[in-house]
Protein backbone atom coordinates (compact mmCIF):
# COMPACT_ATOMS: atom_id res chain seq x y z
CA UNK A 1 0.00 0.00 0.00
CA UNK A 2 2.93 2.27 -0.43
CA UNK A 3 4.33 2.41 2.84
CA UNK A 4 7.62 3.38 3.66
CA UNK A 5 9.90 2.86 6.75
CA UNK A 6 12.53 5.09 8.18
CA UNK A 7 14.78 4.20 11.25
CA UNK A 8 16.99 5.95 12.55
CA UNK A 9 19.36 3.78 14.95
CA UNK A 10 21.12 6.87 17.29
CA UNK A 11 23.44 6.83 19.87
CA UNK A 12 20.85 7.45 22.48
CA UNK A 13 17.45 7.33 20.62
CA UNK A 14 15.98 4.80 17.79
CA UNK A 15 13.65 7.09 15.78
CA UNK A 16 10.97 5.37 13.34
CA UNK A 17 8.84 6.99 10.89
CA UNK A 18 6.35 5.50 8.85
CA UNK A 19 5.75 7.12 5.18
CA UNK A 20 3.06 7.60 2.64
CA UNK A 21 3.19 9.95 -0.16
CA UNK A 22 6.73 11.54 1.62
CA UNK A 23 4.63 12.59 4.28
CA UNK A 24 4.93 11.36 8.07
CA UNK A 25 1.80 9.37 9.22
CA UNK A 26 3.48 7.90 12.66
CA UNK A 27 6.54 8.56 14.12
CA UNK A 28 8.16 7.43 17.55
CA UNK A 29 11.31 7.41 19.53
CA UNK A 30 12.72 4.79 22.17
CA UNK A 31 15.90 5.01 24.36
CA UNK A 32 18.46 3.02 23.04
CA UNK A 33 19.30 0.49 24.53
CA UNK A 34 21.32 -3.45 23.28
CA UNK A 35 19.54 -5.28 21.37
CA UNK A 36 18.69 -2.63 18.97
CA UNK A 37 17.30 -4.54 16.13
CA UNK A 38 14.68 -5.74 18.33
CA UNK A 39 13.41 -2.59 19.87
CA UNK A 40 13.41 -1.44 16.24
CA UNK A 41 11.14 -4.09 15.34
CA UNK A 42 8.77 -3.10 18.39
CA UNK A 43 8.16 0.01 16.98
CA UNK A 44 7.54 -1.39 13.43
CA UNK A 45 5.10 -3.80 14.59
CA UNK A 46 3.60 -0.59 16.92
CA UNK A 47 2.96 1.56 13.82
CA UNK A 48 1.66 -1.65 12.19
CA UNK A 49 -0.81 -2.19 14.49
CA UNK A 50 -1.69 1.36 15.26
CA UNK A 51 -2.55 2.73 11.96
CA UNK A 52 -4.57 -0.50 11.28
CA UNK A 53 -2.22 -1.81 8.61
CA UNK A 54 -0.32 -5.45 7.48
CA UNK A 55 3.18 -5.87 7.42
CA UNK A 56 2.78 -6.85 3.52
CA UNK A 57 1.60 -2.72 3.32
CA UNK A 58 5.01 -1.90 4.28
CA UNK A 59 7.28 -1.76 0.38
CA UNK A 60 10.56 -0.65 2.16
CA UNK A 61 12.74 -0.39 5.34
CA UNK A 62 15.68 2.16 5.14
CA UNK A 63 17.76 2.05 8.26
CA UNK A 64 20.62 4.83 9.06
CA UNK A 65 22.20 5.91 11.92
CA UNK A 66 25.09 4.46 14.27
CA UNK A 67 23.85 1.08 14.44
CA UNK A 68 22.17 1.10 11.11
CA UNK A 69 24.21 -2.04 10.32
CA UNK A 70 22.64 -4.01 12.94
CA UNK A 71 19.38 -3.66 11.17
CA UNK A 72 19.09 -7.06 9.43
CA UNK A 73 15.82 -6.15 8.51
CA UNK A 74 16.34 -3.27 6.59
CA UNK A 75 17.01 -3.44 2.83
CA UNK A 76 18.45 -0.43 2.93
CA UNK A 77 21.07 1.54 4.53
CA UNK A 78 22.02 5.18 4.59
CA UNK A 79 24.61 7.50 6.54
CA UNK A 80 23.21 10.11 8.53
CA UNK A 81 25.08 12.87 6.61
CA UNK A 82 23.11 11.96 3.45
CA UNK A 83 19.91 11.36 5.61
CA UNK A 84 19.85 14.49 7.19
CA UNK A 85 20.70 16.59 3.91
CA UNK A 86 18.00 15.13 2.24
CA UNK A 87 15.38 15.20 4.73
CA UNK A 88 16.06 18.88 5.73
CA UNK A 89 16.32 19.85 1.78
CA UNK A 90 12.56 18.46 1.73
CA UNK A 91 11.19 19.62 4.54
CA UNK A 92 12.55 23.09 4.01
CA UNK A 93 11.20 23.14 0.75
CA UNK A 94 14.99 23.89 -0.45
CA UNK A 95 15.37 26.60 1.50
CA UNK A 96 18.04 25.33 4.19
CA UNK A 97 21.40 25.62 3.12
CA UNK A 98 22.78 25.06 6.55
CA UNK A 99 22.19 21.70 9.49
CA UNK A 100 23.13 22.18 12.84
CA UNK A 101 22.50 18.71 14.09
CA UNK A 102 23.15 17.97 17.76
CA UNK A 103 22.38 14.51 18.67
CA UNK A 104 23.46 12.57 21.98
CA UNK A 105 26.60 12.53 21.81
CA UNK A 106 27.94 14.46 18.65
CA UNK A 107 27.32 17.84 17.14
CA UNK A 108 27.74 18.48 13.61
CA UNK A 109 26.89 21.17 10.99
CA UNK A 110 25.93 20.10 7.22
CA UNK A 111 26.19 22.97 4.35
CA UNK A 112 24.01 22.19 1.16
CA UNK A 113 23.93 23.81 -2.14
CA UNK A 114 20.57 24.89 -3.81
CA UNK A 115 20.12 21.20 -5.35
CA UNK A 116 20.33 20.14 -1.90
CA UNK A 117 23.89 18.05 -2.48
CA UNK A 118 26.34 18.01 0.67
CA UNK A 119 28.92 21.19 -0.07
CA UNK A 120 30.85 20.91 3.33
CA UNK A 121 30.29 19.18 6.09
CA UNK A 122 32.20 18.96 9.95
CA UNK A 123 31.60 17.16 13.22
CA UNK A 124 32.51 17.30 16.46
CA UNK A 125 32.72 13.77 18.26
CA UNK A 126 35.91 13.70 20.69
CA UNK A 127 33.91 15.75 23.06
CA UNK A 128 30.48 15.36 24.83
CA UNK A 129 30.38 19.42 25.39
CA UNK A 130 27.36 20.70 23.61
CA UNK A 131 25.57 17.71 22.56
CA UNK A 132 22.97 15.34 24.08
CA UNK A 133 24.62 14.05 26.80
CA UNK A 134 26.14 17.47 28.31
CA UNK A 135 22.54 18.64 28.75
CA UNK A 136 21.40 15.42 30.53
CA UNK A 137 24.56 15.37 33.30
CA UNK A 138 23.74 19.15 33.85
CA UNK A 139 19.68 18.17 34.44
CA UNK A 140 20.99 15.03 36.42
CA UNK A 141 23.37 18.16 38.76
CA UNK A 142 21.10 20.29 38.96
CA UNK A 143 18.07 17.76 39.37
CA UNK A 144 15.93 20.02 36.81
CA UNK A 145 13.89 18.22 34.13
CA UNK A 146 15.92 18.96 30.49
CA UNK A 147 12.22 19.54 29.22
CA UNK A 148 11.46 22.55 31.78
CA UNK A 149 15.61 23.89 30.74
CA UNK A 150 14.07 26.17 28.23
CA UNK A 151 11.28 27.81 30.62
CA UNK A 152 13.89 28.02 33.31
CA UNK A 153 16.31 29.80 31.18
CA UNK A 154 13.50 32.89 29.74
CA UNK A 155 13.55 33.61 33.99
CA UNK A 156 17.11 34.66 33.99
CA UNK A 157 17.54 38.02 32.87
CA UNK A 158 21.86 37.58 32.80
CA UNK A 159 23.17 34.08 31.73
CA UNK A 160 26.32 33.41 33.86
CA UNK A 161 29.31 33.33 32.22
CA UNK A 162 30.88 30.00 32.56
CA UNK A 163 34.34 29.23 31.91
CA UNK A 164 34.15 25.15 31.78
CA UNK A 165 33.83 24.13 27.86
CA UNK A 166 34.65 20.45 28.70
CA UNK A 167 31.71 18.61 30.36
CA UNK A 168 33.66 17.07 33.69
CA UNK A 169 34.97 20.31 34.24
CA UNK A 170 31.35 22.09 33.67
CA UNK A 171 29.78 19.36 36.18
CA UNK A 172 32.37 20.26 39.08
CA UNK A 173 31.45 24.21 38.17
CA UNK A 174 28.19 24.25 38.24
CA UNK A 175 28.42 21.95 41.56
CA UNK A 176 30.20 24.69 42.73
CA UNK A 177 28.15 27.68 41.10
CA UNK A 178 25.05 25.85 43.65
CA UNK A 179 26.99 25.62 46.80
CA UNK A 180 27.60 29.38 46.65
CA UNK A 181 23.37 29.87 45.89
CA UNK A 182 23.42 30.78 42.50
CA UNK A 183 19.93 30.44 40.61
CA UNK A 184 19.27 27.32 38.93
CA UNK A 185 17.90 29.96 36.11
CA UNK A 186 21.09 31.55 35.29
CA UNK A 187 23.12 28.57 35.31
CA UNK A 188 20.64 26.97 32.63
CA UNK A 189 20.89 30.04 30.24
CA UNK A 190 24.75 30.21 30.94
CA UNK A 191 24.98 26.20 29.74
CA UNK A 192 22.83 27.02 26.62
CA UNK A 193 24.71 30.57 25.85
CA UNK A 194 28.03 28.77 26.44
CA UNK A 195 26.63 25.60 24.07
CA UNK A 196 25.94 27.98 21.53
CA UNK A 197 28.92 29.36 21.28
CA UNK A 198 30.45 26.53 21.12
CA UNK A 199 28.28 25.99 18.22
CA UNK A 200 29.25 29.59 16.50
CA UNK A 201 32.45 28.53 17.09
CA UNK A 202 31.96 24.87 14.67
CA UNK A 203 30.15 26.85 12.20
CA UNK A 204 32.84 29.61 11.60
CA UNK A 205 32.40 31.80 8.84
CA UNK A 206 32.63 29.86 5.88
CA UNK A 207 29.89 28.15 7.45
CA UNK A 208 27.30 31.11 7.81
CA UNK A 209 25.02 30.75 4.71
CA UNK A 210 24.66 34.10 2.71
CA UNK A 211 21.68 33.13 1.57
CA UNK A 212 19.22 30.15 2.33
CA UNK A 213 17.97 29.37 5.87
CA UNK A 214 19.85 28.03 8.63
CA UNK A 215 17.97 25.27 10.46
CA UNK A 216 18.34 23.09 14.06
CA UNK A 217 17.51 19.21 14.17
CA UNK A 218 18.38 16.56 16.81
CA UNK A 219 17.12 16.12 19.95
CA UNK A 220 18.29 18.96 21.52
CA UNK A 221 17.16 21.20 19.41
CA UNK A 222 13.56 20.66 21.06
CA UNK A 223 15.30 23.09 24.13
CA UNK A 224 13.84 26.56 23.48
CA UNK A 225 16.17 28.24 25.39
CA UNK A 226 19.27 27.00 23.10
CA UNK A 227 17.54 28.01 20.11
CA UNK A 228 17.03 31.32 21.80
CA UNK A 229 21.10 31.77 22.90
CA UNK A 230 21.98 30.69 19.27
CA UNK A 231 20.19 32.80 17.67
CA UNK A 232 21.56 35.99 19.99
CA UNK A 233 25.19 34.16 19.72
CA UNK A 234 24.74 34.27 15.69
CA UNK A 235 22.89 37.75 15.23
CA UNK A 236 20.65 35.44 13.03
CA UNK A 237 17.34 33.55 12.87
CA UNK A 238 17.98 29.90 13.34
CA UNK A 239 14.82 27.63 12.57
CA UNK A 240 13.44 24.40 14.17
CA UNK A 241 10.99 22.46 12.29
CA UNK A 242 7.98 20.57 13.83
CA UNK A 243 9.66 16.92 15.28
CA UNK A 244 12.92 18.20 14.50
CA UNK A 245 14.43 14.73 16.36
CA UNK A 246 12.89 12.82 13.02
CA UNK A 247 14.23 14.39 10.28
CA UNK A 248 16.87 11.96 10.06
CA UNK A 249 14.84 8.76 9.81
CA UNK A 250 12.72 10.58 7.36
CA UNK A 251 15.27 11.56 5.24
CA UNK A 252 16.31 8.10 5.07
CA UNK A 253 12.87 6.93 3.06
CA UNK A 254 14.04 9.86 0.53
CA UNK A 255 16.89 7.32 -0.48
CA UNK A 256 13.99 4.68 -1.50
CA UNK A 257 13.08 4.62 -4.41
P1 LIG B 1 21.06 10.41 18.60
O1 LIG B 1 20.61 10.36 17.15
O2 LIG B 1 22.53 10.58 18.77
O3 LIG B 1 20.48 9.29 19.40
P2 LIG B 1 19.02 12.45 19.07
O4 LIG B 1 18.97 13.42 17.92
O5 LIG B 1 17.95 11.41 19.09
O6 LIG B 1 20.46 11.78 19.17
O7 LIG B 1 18.98 13.29 20.39
C1 LIG B 1 19.07 12.67 21.64
C2 LIG B 1 19.16 13.74 22.70
O8 LIG B 1 18.00 14.58 22.64
C3 LIG B 1 19.19 13.19 24.10
O9 LIG B 1 20.49 13.38 24.63
C4 LIG B 1 18.14 13.99 24.86
O10 LIG B 1 18.67 14.51 26.01
C5 LIG B 1 17.77 15.12 23.91
N1 LIG B 1 16.35 15.49 24.02
C6 LIG B 1 15.30 14.69 23.71
N2 LIG B 1 14.14 15.37 23.94
C7 LIG B 1 14.48 16.60 24.41
C8 LIG B 1 13.75 17.76 24.83
N3 LIG B 1 12.40 17.79 24.82
N4 LIG B 1 14.44 18.85 25.23
C9 LIG B 1 15.78 18.84 25.23
N5 LIG B 1 16.54 17.78 24.84
C10 LIG B 1 15.90 16.68 24.45
Redesign the pocket.
Known amino acids: MGYKIGL ?1 L ?4 I ?1 MVLVKNNEIAWSRKVP ?1 APGQEALALELVKGAVSECGLKESDIDQIAAT ?1 YGKKLMSAAGHTVDEISANAQGLHWLSEGRCRTIINI ?3 DLKVINLNENGRIADFKMNDKCAAGT ?2 F ?2 QAARILDTP ?2 S ?1 GEMSKLADEPLELNSTCVVFAESEIVSLLAKGVPKERIIKGLHHSVARRITHLLGNRNTPKSGDIYLD ?3 S ?2 PGLLEALEDELLMEVKVLPNP ?1 FTVAFGATLSLN
Open positions: DGSTAKTGGGQGRFELEFGGPQNQ
